[in-house]
């Protein structure tokens, strides 16, 4: 079992930025990618960023690709989003969600473990 747990959700103007944080604890030594996803009111889940646990590769959805930076801490087991450049439709429930398995990233139902998630809200 993975237990992940985010923080870093807020209130801020367009343009502003945030980082939000997952820490990952449990059995996270077999973690093969780590994502973040959002979910906005009258909308589905989407896709957001992806991390590949032990390699270099990062993905992004074209919406946040040159605003959102996802990045990680092995030691700390821990995977962030840096979003700047922040806009209203960014505004959701942000959520991190670990694999132990190869996925196509972008996929969340290959997801096995999930946070509670964060709310963001950009104001205009």
């Known amino acids: 079992q993975v237990q992940l747990v985010e923080s870093g959700g807020g209130l801020v103007q367009a343009g502003g930025s945030l980082r939000l944080s997952c820490a990952a604890s449990?059995?996270?030594?077999?973690?093969?990618?780590m994502g973040w996803f959002r979910h906005a009111p009258g909308k589905e889940r989407e896709f957001v960023a992806a991390?590949?646990?032990?390699?270099?590769?990062?993905y992004y959805a074209d919406s946040v690709k040159g605003r959102f930076t996802i990045s990680r801490d092995n030691a700390k087991n821990t995977v962030y989003l840096q979003m700047n450049s922040l806009k209203p439709e960014d505004t959701a429930v942000y959520y991190c969600?670990?694999?132990?398995?190869?996925?196509?990233?972008?996929?969340?139902?290959?997801?096995?473990?999930w946070g509670q998630g964060t709310q963001v809200t950009v104001s205009s």
């Open positions: 969600a670990s694999t132990q398995k190869p996925i196509p990233v972008r996929r969340l139902n290959e997801y096995d473990y």
């Open positions: 449990g059995r996270t030594f077999t973690t093969y990618a």
């Open positions: 991390i590949i646990w032990r390699g270099v590769s990062t």
